[in-house]
């Protein structure tokens, strides 16, 4: 049977297939097991192609498509890029785009700094900003455990996203916008 994901409001029920279960469920496992290097990097990543594939199933099937998503300088080949077009396009909620966002600070972090941990007060700081961590948030809970949370929230809404877009027919349609006589 296929999951569920309603975190987003005023939204219809997103679906994943079965398929998607276990390639997630496999992705979870894994993310789990994780450095607090590799939680960063892996879930940033993640995140950053899933953008990038909901991004491409939106648009237009035309090669301009994929030079802006991917290549040399490509316009929307980074993860900062990804979500302000998919927030631009309404692919992403606010509040995720403002997680997506933090994540990506977070990623940075680790990325550019060999002796990061979340235990970091920075680290935490920023993970603070995360809304499920906000929304959750009890004394027990660790700024990993709230990053890999929101981060694994967001990982299943895009893939659930993706599958909608995708199967649905939600993509981008051209406008006839010339009158013809």
């Known amino acids: 049977m296929a999951g569920t994901l309603t975190h987003m409001p005023n939204s219809k029920r997103l679906k994943f297939t079965p398929a998607d279960e276990i390639k997630l469920g496999k992705f979870r496992t894994e993310f789990m097991r994780e450095s607090d290097r590799g939680v960063a990097l892996v879930s940033a990543a993640m995140i950053d192609d899933l953008l990038g594939r909901c991004i491409r199933a939106f648009l237009l099937d035309r090669p301009e498509t994929e030079r802006l998503l991917n290549g040399f300088n490509a316009p929307l080949g980074t993860l900062s890029a990804r979500t302000a077009a998919a927030f ?11 997680d997506c966002e933090t994540i990506r600070k977070v990623r940075n972090e680790f990325a550019h700094n060999v002796h990061v941990k979340f235990t970091d007060q920075k680290i935490t700081d920023l993970c603070s900003n995360l809304w499920l961590h906000r929304l959750v948030a009890a004394k027990t809970e660790t700024a990993r455990d709230g990053f890999q949370t929101c981060s694994m929230l ?8 993706l599958s909608v877009i995708s199967e649905d027919g939600h993509r981008l349609q051209y406008l006839n916008w010339v009158r013809r006589r």
């Open 154 to 161: 967001l990982i299943f809404g895009l893939q659930a996203c």
């Open 88 to 98: 631009a396009l309404g692919l992403l909620h606010e509040r995720d785009y403002r």
